[in-house]
């Protein structure tokens, strides 16, 4: 069986500890391109965060669940209300996990959301949204540290 998970991944030239570090930043590529919020913290296991876009069209919580220094970062989805969808809770109980590895000299990070399958209504939108999110403005905030 094929997974069906979204997933994507990025291959940057920084540390797997500074990539680790820019990825627990999440108000740093998370939200203000396009209006999106971000409450809470997202530095330790329990911690909390809200995020919002697109004026209350999405909304989620996440919990930081697990955590290992330079290697792993996953969060639980615990609230959910997507207003553009039909199943407004379709994310809650899905995780966001995030792989560090060393390849070829590289960092690699795998970012999956487990869970986010073709099959829910929003896939069509959150896919090309992850898409950026982490192809460009965690790439950017990534390549930028120090």
Known sequence: ????????????????????NAILNVRAWWSG????????????????????????????????????PGKKVVWLVTEANLSFVDKVDEWEGTRISFDISE?????????????LVPAFECYDSCAPAWTQYIQERLTDVITKAD
Do not use: C, R
């Open 1 to 20: 069986m094929t997974n069906q998970d979204f997933t994507t991944a990025i291959w940057v030239e920084q540390t797997p500890a500074a990539a680790f």
């Open 103 to 115: 390849e070829a000299g590289k960092t690699k990070i795998t970012f999956t959301h487990i869970g």
């Open 33 to 68: 391109l396009h209006g999106e919020s971000f409450e809470g913290s997202s530095e330790k296991p329990g911690d909390e965060f809200s995020f919002l876009a697109g004026g209350g069209m999405h909304y989620t919580k996440q919990k930081l669940v697990e955590l290992v």
